[in-house]
């Protein structure tokens, strides 16, 4: 039997890369699952519904139960047809796995409103429209796991200022929703993944120096394998993470790791108002001693 035999799960971007890692390892774990995906390209363009389909082909193969859904879940109409093509066919809606994203990647001082606009719809606005439906399900229900995709991108990742504000915001909206749902038993988390796929492969080498890059078709079996993903996924969408609530995860390679929540660091108080001058003369001794240039890692 498997560990989330019983569940059934929605996945966006499941058609391809870690979504489709995600959506198979919880198929073999007994879930059914609807797997979203628009066929796209990196861009956001192309749209054909093969790579949901393949994947469905896939489970059903191995003897699992699955669905595909072609939807814009950057929508309030794809992200409300999503949910209910979960409940229609499968009775209800245990998990929602938001993956689904694009990449339009400009310097700041080059890119288009259009360029940002893309971006931060599909991946920020995705989250919100599945998210607003599954969880009014869930809380009916008292039962839910909400897993987000955001990045190590977030943390500022030069050339994709529309991809890190986007992947920045979702650990705001997992935050907000972790302290919202938690009293209806819903649990929300992040996740920051490290693996190739079509979207790395458009990273120049330059944006990783010293990093192997390793492309998507190579990726199977190393360390680099979307698949190394699939498990943490697997693991909070059981039963055994009931206790764990707003927070964030990264998973590469074969590595998982914990990031602290950002919290208040040091404070320069002073007794009235500042004035320049004082304010001048401490902030450098205090404050300036241990500032950093930003860096991605």
């Not at 082909?57 to 093509?85: C, F, P």
């Not at 972790?178 to 458009?202: H, S």
Request: overall charge positive.
């Amino acid at each position: 039997m498997g560990i989330l035999e019983g569940k059934v799960a929605a996945v966006t971007g499941g058609g391809r890369g870690i979504g489709r890692a995600v959506a198979k390892a919880m198929a073999a774990q007994g879930a059914a699952v609807v797997v979203n995906d628009l066929g796209v390209s990196v861009a956001g363009e192309q749209e054909t519904s093969s790579p949901a389909d393949a994947v469905v082909e896939e489970i059903r193969k191995a003897g699992g139960q699955a669905s595909s859904n072609h939807q814009d879940i950057a929508t309030m109409a794809g992200g409300k047809g999503l949910v209910d093509q979960a409940i229609k066919e499968f009775g209800k809606l245990d998990i929602l796995v938001n993956i689904a994203g694009i990449l339009r990647d400009r310097m700041i001082f080059s890119m288009s409103e259009e360029e940002w606009d893309a971006v931060v719809r599909v991946h920020l606005k995705g989250h919100f429209c599945t998210i607003h439906y599954a969880s009014i399900h869930m809380r009916e229900r008292k039962s839910g796991r909400i897993i987000n995709f955001s990045s190590n991108a977030a943390f500022g990742a030069p050339g994709q200022p529309n991809y890190a504000a986007a992947k920045a915001g979702i650990l705001g909206l997992t935050y907000s929703c972790a302290l919202a749902l938690q009293k209806y038993n819903i649990t929300t988390n992040a996740i920051l993944p490290g693996a190739a796929t079509r979207m790395t492969d458009t990273v120049p080498a330059a944006r990783t120096p010293g990093a192997p890059m390793i492309r998507s078709e190579e990726a199977a079996g190393t360390p680099m394998d979307p698949a190394n993903v699939a498990p943490l996924v697997v693991f909070l969408a059981s039963d055994h993470a009931a206790g764990i609530n707003g927070q964030t995860f990264g998973a590469s390679g074969y590595r998982i790791t914990h990031y602290a929540p950002m919290q208040a660091y040091k404070q320069l108080v002073n007794t009235g108002p500042w004035d320049l001058d004082r304010l001048f003369r401490l902030f450098k001794p205090t404050f300036g001693r241990e500032l950093k240039a930003p860096t991605m890692f």
